[in-house]
């Protein structure tokens, strides 16, 4: 017998009988002599029953670290899980990772072997701490010996791939796949910015790392901007905001609002056959960018979830179609940088093979197999 409890649960537990009450906030009450407590609550440190949490940031004098701003409730931490301390300032010997932590969200129940964004996250900390601890012991011995060596607690100059500050990408629409792609791109080292709707806090507080900037100004501050609202959004975007700008059209035509967009904006172009892949449509719409279709064929979770290392055997390909070479490099080598293989597929007119329902639309493949698929279908036309 189920009997669902509705909202406000309220449970208690009595020591001496050893039972569970459960009582809805409609009046349902259910007890049992078992409980299954699969709960996540919202983090929140200072209001923590466990004292060891609780004092990481109200300890008064004796906190070692304080509450992020950017994510309430959580424990602030650096891009490197070191706790930042009451001063604003990292400790050396002290991490931090989990969701009760300011660190960007990723997805946790993630399988083994799938180099996963949160295996990858304690791979990384773990040489962290095994770095750190090594210093600690060459610091221990040099003593010893009374030699002088580098303080310990910094760890050294080991590049950490989440500072590269070569390529900015701009991220229009944060939705699911904007916010997706914003998240895989952050861990990866590339700086975002971001444009959308929601207030700046609300933003911040969604996608921790990321800048908030207005869309004016959005491609004027990347090298690459993706553009991730939906197909009838983009077909209005204002074009002398994109001058110039290397551009991704993610977009896909789904329901009523975009077949009237492609609609109008065909018989606009005089495409009365509908020949046109519809990033031809948008690249007509701006005219002064260059736009490289791509993302198309892939599941939101999957851009966070599929990236792997250069060289990995199973690293997926993302098919990639583009009129100018350049834009396609500069968003190969984003794609690259976020764990991914680009495939030139050829020039955005051949990219409406990307779209729904057309060959390259689904499917994981490997690089190999996209391009053999790739050559298929044009061996068929
Ligand atoms: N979801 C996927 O897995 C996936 C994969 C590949 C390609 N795509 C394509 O990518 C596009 C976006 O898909 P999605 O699933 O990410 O959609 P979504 O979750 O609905 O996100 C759309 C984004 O566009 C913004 N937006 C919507 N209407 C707008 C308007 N009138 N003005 C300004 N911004 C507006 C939304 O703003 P708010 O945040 O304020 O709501 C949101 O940030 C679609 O064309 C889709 O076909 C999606």
Same mark, same amino acid.
């Given at each position: ?36 407590? +699969? ?11 466990? $004292? ?67 295996? =990858? ?37 080991? $590049? ?22 914003? =998240? ?65 059209? +993610?977009?896909?035509?789904? #329901? @009523? ?97 990307? @779209? ?6 689904? #499917? ?18």
């Amino acid at each position: 017998m189920v009997h669902f409890l509705g909202p406000r649960v309220r449970v208690s537990a009595d020591e001496s009988s050893g039972l569970f009450t459960a009582r809805g906030g409609a009046g349902t009450r259910v007890t049992t002599d078992a409980l299954v407590d +699969a709960f996540l609550p919202e983090p929140s440190l200072a209001e923590s029953t466990n $004292p060891l949490l609780r004092d990481l940031v109200t300890g008064g004098g004796t906190a070692v670290g304080r509450e992020s701003a950017a994510s309430p409730g959580t424990l602030e931490v650096d891009s490197r899980h070191r706790v930042i301390g009451p001063d604003g300032r990292a400790q050396p010997q002290l991490w931090a990772v989990g969701p009760w932590t300011s660190e960007l969200p990723i997805g946790a129940f993630a399988r083994p072997r799938t180099n996963a964004p949160c295996h =990858r996250r304690n791979d990384a900390l773990a040489r962290d701490l095994l770095h750190a601890a090594l210093r600690h012991g060459k610091t221990a011995r040099a003593n010893a010996a009374n030699l002088s060596v580098e303080s310990p607690g910094e760890p050294a100059a080991e $590049p950490t791939p989440r500072t590269v500050r070569s390529l900015r990408l701009g991220v229009l629409g944060p939705g699911k796949i904007g916010s997706a792609l914003t =998240r895989a791109a952050l861990r990866r080292g590339v700086e975002v910015a971001v444009a959308g709707r929601s207030p700046a806090t609300a933003l911040a507080a969604r996608l921790p790392g990321a800048r908030h900037v207005g869309p004016d100004v959005l491609a004027s501050s990347c090298d690459v901007v993706a553009i991730t609202v939906p197909l009838h959004v983009a077909l209005a975007l204002e074009p002398a905001a994109f001058q110039g700008a290397v551009v991704i059209d +993610a977009t896909n035509p789904w #329901g @009523e609002a975009d077949a009237a967009a492609v609609a109008a904006a065909r018989a606009e172009l005089g495409d009365l056959d509908g020949r046109l892949s519809t990033s031809e449509l948008l690249a007509a719409r701006l005219p002064a960018a260059h736009v490289v279709k791509t993302l198309n064929h892939i599941g939101y979770h999957d851009v966070e979830d599929h990236g792997r290392e250069d060289g990995d055997p199973q690293r997926r390909a993302i098919a990639v179609a583009a009129d100018d070479q350049r834009a396609a490099d500069a968003v190969g080598r984003l794609l690259q940088r976020i764990g991914f293989e680009p495939v030139q597929v050829g020039t955005l007119a051949e990219g409406r093979e990307l @779209e729904p329902g057309a060959g390259l639309f689904s #499917g994981w493949s490997t690089r190999d197999e996209l391009s053999r698929l790739r050559r298929e279908l044009v061996r068929v036309a």
